[in-house]
């Protein structure tokens, strides 16, 4: 097993860190955890064509919320070490599209997706709240990589944003949310609101061991 090592800017302290262990740093001493983005990834994620996403929401399930309807177009799944993502591709009534993205049981419509906001996002710390522009301020949760991606339908078109990237997690007051995509040539931020399953109104979805989420 390979293994570097890595200097804390919080306490000094030097750390000894496993070389596939490489889109975070942890410190032993502090616990503070960082974003190890200057470096490229040693193995990007595998990309497949099929899996099962254990999500109750399937193309073609038509939505509601607030008087306007949306049908999902496409998935693209983001296997982590520590979670499971999807992220559907909707098309509005309005003939727009938006994402309704789906991260641990909880259902987050996404209002806007900004394309390389402030650097400031790249000081992100596990477990720390951090400012955000035209947001507030946001606590960090989660800091992951996909290990391997599954794409389907319309979801094909938009994968290319969040290749080979670093994922955080955000949330806010009043059920605010952001997650965040760093690679090298780029940052995707995603901000939205987090919504209950059945404030969604969608039909059809699937039963999972005649189970309904």
Same mark, same amino acid.
């Given at each position: 097993?390979?293994?570097?090592?890595?200097?804390?800017?919080?306490?000094? @302290?030097?750390?000894?860190?496993?070389?596939?262990?490489?889109?975070? +740093?942890?410190?032993?001493?502090?616990?503070?955890? +960082?974003?190890?983005?200057?470096?490229?990834?040693?193995?990007?994620?595998? $990309?497949?064509?099929?899996?099962?996403?254990?999500?109750?929401? $399937?193309?073609?399930? %038509?939505?509601? $919320?607030?008087?306007?309807?949306?049908?999902?177009?496409?998935?693209?799944?983001?296997?982590?070490?520590? @979670?499971?993502?999807?992220?559907?591709?909707?098309? *509005?009534?309005?003939?727009?599209?938006?994402?309704?993205?789906?991260?641990?049981?909880?259902?987050?419509?996404?209002?806007?997706?900004?394309?390389?906001?402030? #650097?400031?996002?790249?000081?992100?710390?596990?477990?720390?709240?951090?400012?955000?522009?035209?947001?507030?301020?946001?606590?960090? +949760?989660?800091?992951?990589?996909?290990?391997?991606?599954?794409?389907?339908? +319309?979801? #094909?078109?938009?994968?290319?944003?969040?290749?080979?990237?670093?994922?955080?997690?955000?949330?806010?007051?009043?059920?605010?949310?952001?997650?965040?995509?760093?690679? %090298?040539?780029?940052?995707?931020?995603?901000?939205?609101?987090?919504?209950?399953?059945?404030?969604?109104?969608?039909?059809?979805?699937?039963? $999972?061991?005649? *189970?309904?989420?």
């Amino acid at each position: 097993m390979d293994f570097g090592t890595f200097t804390c800017p919080h306490c000094n @302290t030097i750390n000894a860190t496993e070389a596939r262990n490489n889109h975070y +740093y942890n410190c032993s001493s502090c616990n503070q955890v +960082y974003i190890k983005y200057e470096s490229p990834l040693e193995k990007p994620e595998e $990309i497949v064509t099929e899996s099962e996403t254990m999500s109750p929401i $399937i193309i073609g399930s %038509k939505g509601k $919320i607030n008087a306007e309807t949306f049908e999902v177009t496409g998935c693209v799944t983001l296997f982590q070490s520590r @979670t499971t993502i999807n992220l559907f591709s909707i098309k *509005w009534n309005t003939g727009l599209f938006g994402c309704l993205l789906e991260c641990d049981g909880d259902y987050n419509i996404i209002n806007n997706i900004h394309q390389n906001p402030a #650097k400031e996002l790249k000081n992100t710390k596990l477990g720390k709240e951090i400012e955000i522009v035209d947001f507030g301020k946001a606590y960090c +949760y989660c800091i992951d990589k996909p290990e391997y991606i599954a794409i389907k339908g +319309y979801g #094909k078109l938009v994968f290319q944003k969040y290749s080979n990237s670093i994922f955080c997690s955000y949330y806010s007051q009043n059920k605010k949310v952001a997650f965040c995509f760093f690679n %090298k040539e780029h940052t995707s931020l995603l901000t939205g609101k987090q919504h209950q399953f059945n404030e969604l109104n969608l039909s059809p979805t699937r039963s $999972i061991n005649d *189970w309904h989420k």
